[in-house]
């Protein structure tokens, strides 16, 4: 098969910003079923994460132009979880984790937002402002509701972090360089400490970037001289201070039994302090540089079976470290290429297109090179949710979280033109996902609450559509002992596939349910429920009503749909993956089927591209090894397990040529998307990092003045 491997398309991920985990832990309690990381981004964006599965993106809220997310908070409650980010506005936003839409938007009444923080036992929001108000709402009355109490005493400079100490008091870091507690409880909320950090520069002061809480009356602060210090929180004085920073010190992480607090900031260390068990004092011994650019934000997970420090900044990726062993252990960087694959392959036309922010960029690949041919803007201020392109390039559509936009594209020789189809129901409905039909006359439309919609398109001339709304079982997912599971986020239709034949298409959840639709009678069939939500899926060429799926658990099954049953090759295999393809920590992306070799069915990550054939039996395994919630396995150190889920294929035991029953390559990394053009012809584009790092959009990486340099 020829390759075409290409690194020519500019996407940028969009900077972390701000991070939040659902729960609230001790090191004792179990990991809850519906704990999430919430990961803000520059655009807007608000990532949901599970760490179960070892890291999987659940879903995307999407912002707008404008929303940078700049602070998170989560609530949880018997009943639910609730999700609110601030973005440099005036207004608070809470989310409706079901659809993905904003759900309220409340006024400060002050100045525009810089901080943020719940206290989750009066369910009381703080916020600090631009003007030097910190304001008080209560959400005690339910989701979607946020109610202002009122205004502490006011100061004038802007507070940049905020933090509850107990139920009375309000820490808050401000721009003067000083470090204010107000008293929630006073009659006039009065400010009744200040207390000073260090000057970075003779004649300007320092900017408090961040304030955490300990349990024992301790304020931990970090400021822009680049110190980290620690305050008696009942005299408000100074007990130690630490300068192992060379820039700005801007996010704190504080560990569940406040025996370990990290810090880091631009200057791309990440410093642990500890307690000396004897003397009770804080020591710092240990740092570690985990990313390029600058670190904005940090938070840690502690519980039976994870202890994790997350963080994330300008580089784009999350990195995932060991709190209990930070320096013995290895971490993971997670890629910054879009889990979610923001491209898309029309293999007839041999086009593709990708999809970010407000745009839709689309290439032809030629033979040789690439012709770039139109770009799409969208008026609209929220960001692209979703995009499709017909086999034939002719037919574009666009989704955001409120509409969804229909296009004709003509092409001739050296001109493209764009015709914009309305119409009146795609104009009032947004979409998660989009997909033609292969012969072009149906669009398949998943809208945010998770409806079904198919579009008919064969009078598309006259702009003219026929909608009709398909119906769905009620799934019922197992009930849950934990805080928060009245409404968990995320949980809709994540992918669809459409079958060659035009006769079935089919959706799959992120309970791990998935459902074939018939297009004659919108009937469906109940396929049998995997133990792991479906990643990627597609119909077989060769076979009518067979459905390959792999999931987040880097299983792969085959179902055959009028039987509604796993296939022979699945019931031999799919509890027989190789452990080179098993034990891969990232998730896969996208699935398809060969045009000239219709049994095999291909997987592609951000870092790997993989095959199935499934008409082969996959060797026996050697032994049976158990694998550890971490992803590694028993009797194999990490450096040991990559080496040898890089080489094991290199054996002939999966067969060689034609014969070949699984072969899977890393030479193809990081990935934006993978898929056939033509019947002969893989295309690959990559985006390295080193690119990413270099495009203009990434600012520059802080380079430390050392002696005689």
Known sequence: MDIHRCRFVEYTPSPITALAFSHQLSSQDPLPSNLHLAVGRANGNIEIWTPKGDWCLKGVLYGGINRSVEGLAWSVSDEELRLFSIGFSTSITEWNLRTGKPLVHQDSNAGAIWSISLHEETKTLAVGCDDGSCVLFDISGGRGVIEYKRTLMRQTSRILSLCWQGKNHIVGGCTDGIVKVWDVESPNSTIIARMQVDRAKKGSRSLVWDVKPLKDNTIVTADSSGAVKFWNGKYFTLTQSFKLHSADALTLAVSSNDNIV??????????QYTRDGGKREWVSNSFRRFHSHDVRCMSILECKTVDVLVSGGADMMLAVVPVRHFNAKHHRMIPAVPQKPRMAIATKARLFMLWEDHQVLVWRIGSPGYRF???????????????AISQDGELL??????????????YTDDKVYVESIEDPFLANVGATLLQFTVDMKKLILISNESDIFLLDLSRIETHQLEVYEVSQPETKKAPSKYRGSGQSA???????????DGDYFAVADLNGNTFCYSFSTLSYIELPRVNSFVRAMAFRLDIPGRLAVVTAGNQVFEFDVQSRKLTEWSKTNSNNIPKPFAHLLDKPFGAFFDIQNPSRFWIWSANYVSFFDLNLDLPAPRNAEKRKMDGTVDGASSTKQRSAVQNATSSSKFGTGASRSFWITHKYRPMLLAG?????????????????????DVPGTFNEHRFGA
Not at 397 to 410: D, F
Not at 687 to 696: K, N, V
């Open 373 to 387: 041919l139109l770009k799409i803007v969208l008026p609209n201020e929220e960001n692209i949710v979703h995009a």
């Open 490 to 500: 995320c949980e809709g239709i994540a992918t669809v596939s459409v079958s060659p």
């Open 676 to 696: 056939l053009v033509g019947s002969t012809e893989l295309l690959v584009i990559e985006r390295p990092i080193a690119d990413i790092l270099m495009s203009t």
């Open 262 to 271: 990290f810090s880091s900031g631009i200057d791309r260390k990440t410093v």
């Open 397 to 410: 559509a666009v989704s955001t979280i409120l509409t969804t936009k229909l296009y004709r594209v003509h």
